[in-house]
């Protein structure tokens, strides 16, 4: 029988889950703009109905989820959906649903669904097979849509498992969605499909909003929309400067695998498409919301809906909301001072609504569940290169803060390159503020403000820092869009340093994009010690390939909830564990995965344990191993030939039989199987 060819499979279960993902990312937000008559969607052209059921269906549909889950029986779901899917059979019979026109934002949206589907899958050759560098990220997310589907909402993590579930501390609304996807779609989509489906459409979603909001928030309104729409679209191709400091890094020998991570992050519009879709759904619900509370005219449905949106928002990702949140705050106390009394009655009605349906049932049992640190801290924003060689001069504390203060024209310079320019120079040339410039002005200094003081504090990386960002790189895409053309950025004097901006953004996209796609391949001619989970020798895609074999195998032959275990002597996990398994794990790493949800202290008894079953100097008896098994529930054990236990032929590893196996890899059972 021919060895599977896994690219293969991957494109075509990717195009499945696509094609499955509509049915949650488009027809649910057709059929209640409709419905609701949002934004007077029954007298929009098509180009504008598409783009607001897309907007609409990722900022709604994350709660849905998630509220059904909770609250419903099992199976509900599809009953919670299913008059949304016959609306939009109804509608589709009689009225046209896709766009004429737009040929170039057309081509643009496709080439992007090309370009994510090339980033995202395996690429297989000669037996090797080669993940890419975010696949670190979604190990993570695949899990937790795996989770989600066996075991409903809330979930379990299902990084640690000490011989029980224990709840998730995450935001988890947008791998509920594509857990939803991964239903529907059966064992021809897994979970890794369904995730990657559900990033295609994220892309779609920002290039959406991005259209509703030059149409109906911008002042230009419909003036030459289709080009400002294609335009905006093609500027997320373009990032800052942040291929000169990794030209830097190269030049003394050191290659990142991502080109954001020489510093203190600003992620690229296409990074952040690839790497974080949860959080690129939740800046697209927060968007959604406010777009609707800005048409509302006085109309409650509006603010209801925009209260939904909020909440989709929250449980996609807390630090896009946080920082949103704020910026409602801050837009409210305006209006309330203007005496926009409709105004700030819409704000207020949409997050009660908002809060009601997430803070008692979600955030609230957040809290307590895991061992990670305060949500936020102060701080001064990093800069990373700068702060390294001060660090080696003995300078800390508040001088480093003080130094980091002052950088901060520098940073931002570095990090936004020709956006922060427009920036600069659409402030500078408003003469007459329009309400729309006031609220732009407001969400971008909010963001940019709440970035720079603030960090997230439960983990090392600074996602506040990063992800809060995303407001304020919107509203600069959006000036960059309106002025492009105009005589503010077609000065003689100016041209040559804009164009210098934009190619070196481009470059800085096109170069991170093949970086990702191709640092692992590079490791088997030159491996990097310094990322463990990228391999650490010339076996990797080999490695990989072996992984994903039998793991292919577990899926079909053992039951939803069996558990593993591999080596958790591991900084970071096993990625291919994430990626190919959909089943639960005992506890992934060095810390279990706690971070996330469960009690550090039950790890530190847990993991000295199961550490001993892949270290052949314990010397464990075949009772004891499966004692252990037993203790904490465990079904199968993955052992790989860089394990020590590996090499010893007495071990558990070679006196069972496997229940999958090849050259690298071996799974055998343990304990109790799981029924």
Same mark, same amino acid.
């Given at each position: 029988?021919?060895?599977?060819?896994?690219?293969?499979?991957?494109? /075509?279960? !990717?195009?499945?889950?696509?094609?499955?993902?509509?049915?949650?990312?488009?027809?649910?937000?057709?059929?209640? +703009?409709?419905?609701?008559?949002?934004?007077?969607?029954?007298?929009?052209?098509?180009? /504008?109905?598409?783009?607001?059921?897309?907007?609409?269906?990722?900022?709604?549909?994350?709660?849905?989820?998630?509220?059904?889950?909770r609250?419903a029986?099992?199976?509900?779901?599809?009953?919670?959906?299913?008059?949304?899917?016959a609306? &939009?059979?109804?509608?589709?019979?009689?009225?046209?649903?896709?766009?004429?026109?737009?040929?170039?934002?057309?081509? $643009?949206?496709?080439?992007?669904?090309?370009?994510?589907?090339?980033?995202?899958?395996?690429?297989?050759?000669?037996?090797?097979?080669?993940?890419?560098?975010?696949?670190? =990220?979604?190990?993570?997310?695949?899990?937790?849509t795996?989770?989600?589907?066996?075991?409903?909402?809330?979930?379990?993590?299902p990084?640690?498992?000490? @011989?029980?579930?224990?709840?998730?501390?995450?935001?988890? &609304?947008?791998?509920?969605?594509?857990?939803?996807?991964?239903?529907?779609?059966?064992?021809?989509?897994?979970?890794?499909?369904?995730?990657f489906?559900?990033?295609?459409?994220?892309?779609?979603?920002?290039?959406?909003?991005?259209?509703?909001?030059?149409?109906?928030?911008?002042?230009?309104?419909?003036?030459r *929309?289709?080009?400002?729409?294609?335009?905006?679209?093609?500027?997320? /191709?373009?990032?800052?400067?942040?291929?000169?400091?990794?030209? %830097? $890094?190269?030049s003394?020998?050191?290659? $990142?695998? #991502?080109?954001?991570?020489?510093? =203190?992050?600003? !992620?690229?519009?296409?990074?952040t498409? %690839?790497?974080?879709?949860?959080?690129?759904?939740?800046?697209?619900?927060?968007?959604?919301?406010?777009?609707?509370?800005?048409?509302?005219?006085?109309?409650?449905?509006?603010a209801?809906?925009a209260?939904?949106?909020?909440?989709?928002?929250?449980?996609?990702?807390?630090?896009?909301?946080?920082?949103?949140?704020?910026?409602?705050?801050?837009?409210g106390?305006?209006?309330?001072?203007?005496?926009?009394?409709?105004?700030?009655?819409?704000?207020?009605?949409?997050?009660?609504?908002?809060?009601?349906?997430?803070?008692?049932?979600?955030?609230?049992?957040?809290?307590?569940?895991?061992?990670?640190?305060?949500?936020?801290?102060?701080?001064?924003?990093?800069?990373?290169?700068?702060?390294?060689?001060?660090?080696?001069?003995?300078?800390?504390?508040?001088?480093?803060?003080?130094?980091?203060? *002052?950088?901060?024209?520098?940073?931002?310079?570095?990090?936004?390159? &020709?956006?922060?320019?427009?920036?600069?120079?659409?402030?500078?040339?408003?003469?007459?503020?329009?309400?729309?410039?006031?609220?732009?002005?407001?969400m971008?200094g909010?963001?940019?403000?709440?970035?720079?003081f603030?960090?997230?504090?439960?983990?090392?990386?600074?996602?506040?820092?990063?992800?809060?960002?995303?407001? +304020?790189?919107?509203?600069?895409?959006?000036?960059?869009?309106?002025?492009?053309?105009?005589?503010?950025? /077609?000065?003689?004097?100016?041209?040559?340093?804009?164009?210098? %901006?934009?190619?070196?953004?481009?470059?800085?996209?096109?170069?991170?994009?093949?970086?990702?796609?191709?640092?692992?391949?590079?490791?088997?001619?030159?491996? #990097?010690? =310094?990322?463990?989970?990228?391999?650490t #020798?010339?076996q990797?895609?080999?490695?990989?390939?072996?992984?994903?074999?039998?793991?292919?195998?577990?899926?079909?032959?053992?039951?939803?909830?069996a558990?593993?275990?591999?080596?958790?002597?591991?900084?970071l @996990?096993?990625?291919?564990?994430?990626?190919?398994? =959909?089943?639960?794990?005992?506890?992934?790493?060095?810390?279990?995965?706690?971070?996330?949800?469960?009690?550090?202290?039950?790890?530190?008894?847990?993991?000295?344990?199961?550490?001993? $079953?892949?270290?052949?100097?314990?010397?464990?008896?075949?009772?004891?191993? #499966?004692?252990?098994?037993?203790?904490?529930?465990?079904?199968?054990?993955?052992?790989?030939?860089?394990?020590?236990v590996?090499?010893?032929?007495?071990?558990?590893?070679?006196?069972?039989?496997?229940?999958?196996?090849?050259s690298?890899?071996?799974a055998?059972?343990?304990?109790?199987?799981?029924?």
């Amino acid at each position: 029988m021919p060895a599977p060819n896994f690219m293969l499979r991957d494109i /075509a279960g !990717t195009a499945g889950a696509f094609a499955v993902f509509a049915l949650f990312a488009f027809a649910p937000g057709y059929s209640l +703009a409709w419905a609701l008559d949002l934004v007077d969607f029954r007298r929009r052209g098509p180009a /504008a109905r598409a783009s607001l059921a897309l907007a609409l269906s990722i900022g709604v549909c994350p709660a849905i989820a998630y509220l059904a889950g909770r609250f419903a029986p099992a199976g509900a779901v599809w009953l919670v959906f299913a008059p949304f899917w016959a609306a &939009f059979v109804a509608l589709l019979a009689k009225e046209r649903i896709l766009p004429r026109g737009y040929r170039v934002a057309k081509v $643009l949206a496709v080439a992007w669904l090309a370009l994510g589907t090339g980033s995202l899958i395996d690429l297989e050759w000669g037996g090797r097979l080669y993940y890419s560098v975010i696949a670190h =990220d979604y190990t993570l997310r695949v899990a937790i849509t795996s989770a989600v589907t066996r075991a409903g909402i809330p979930p379990p993590n299902p990084y640690f498992y000490p @011989g029980g579930p224990v709840p998730l501390r995450y935001h988890y &609304f947008w791998m509920a969605l594509c857990s939803l996807a991964q239903r529907t779609g059966g064992h021809a989509i897994s979970a890794r499909f369904a995730a990657f489906g559900g990033t295609l459409w994220c892309g779609l979603g920002l290039m959406a909003i991005l259209a509703l909001y030059l149409r109906f928030v911008d002042p230009e309104g419909s003036a030459r *929309l289709p080009r400002r729409v294609a335009i905006a679209i093609a500027l997320l /191709a373009v990032t800052g400067l942040d291929l000169f400091p990794n030209l %830097l $890094l190269m030049s003394t020998g050191v290659i $990142l695998p #991502d080109m954001e991570w020489w510093n =203190d992050q600003v !992620t690229s519009w296409v990074g952040t498409m %690839l790497w974080v879709p949860h959080h690129l759904a939740s800046l697209v619900a927060c968007l959604t919301g406010f777009l609707l509370l800005w048409t509302a005219n006085g109309r409650r449905r509006n603010a209801i809906v925009a209260g939904f949106c909020f909440a989709s928002a929250t449980g996609c990702s807390v630090y896009v909301t946080f920082t949103f949140a704020i910026f409602l705050a801050v837009w409210g106390l305006i209006a309330v001072v203007r005496k926009w009394y409709r105004e700030t009655a819409m704000l207020a009605l949409a997050g009660s609504c908002a809060a009601l349906l997430v803070v008692p049932t979600y955030l609230m049992g957040l809290r307590g569940q895991a061992s990670g640190g305060a949500f936020v801290v102060p701080t001064i924003r990093m800069f990373k290169l700068p702060d390294l060689m001060l660090l080696s001069l003995h300078v800390t504390g508040w001088q480093l803060a003080l130094a980091n203060l *002052l950088l901060l024209p520098l940073n931002y310079f570095l990090e936004l390159g &020709f956006f922060l320019v427009v920036g600069i120079i659409a402030l500078k040339t408003k003469r007459v503020w329009s309400r729309w410039d006031l609220a732009a002005a407001t969400m971008a200094g909010t963001s940019m403000a709440v970035c720079t003081f603030l960090r997230s504090g439960v983990i090392g990386n600074n996602d506040l820092g990063a992800r809060g960002f995303l407001p +304020a790189q919107f509203v600069l895409l959006l000036w960059a869009a309106s002025l492009w053309g105009k005589p503010e950025l /077609a000065g003689r004097a100016l041209r040559p340093w804009l164009a210098f %901006l934009l190619v070196a953004g481009v470059a800085g996209t096109v170069y991170e994009v093949c970086l990702l796609r191709l640092y692992p391949v590079r490791t088997e001619f030159a491996p #990097d010690p =310094d990322y463990p989970y990228l391999a650490t #020798d010339r076996q990797f895609g080999k490695r990989t390939y072996a992984a994903r074999q039998v793991y292919e195998q577990l899926r079909q032959t053992l039951p939803a909830a069996a558990v593993m275990e591999h080596n958790p002597n591991l900084e970071l @996990g096993y990625i291919p564990y994430g990626l190919y398994a =959909d089943r639960q794990l005992a506890a992934e790493s060095l810390d279990c995965g706690t971070v996330i949800g469960g009690d550090a202290s039950v790890c530190a008894v847990m993991h000295p344990l199961l550490n001993a $079953l892949f270290n052949p100097k314990a010397e464990l008896p075949p009772p004891q191993v #499966d004692a252990v098994c037993k203790q904490f529930g465990i079904d199968v054990l993955v052992v790989r030939d860089t394990d020590p236990v590996w090499a010893d032929p007495r071990s558990w590893v070679w006196t069972r039989r496997p229940l999958a196996a090849n050259s690298m890899v071996r799974a055998l059972p343990c304990g109790e199987p799981a029924k």
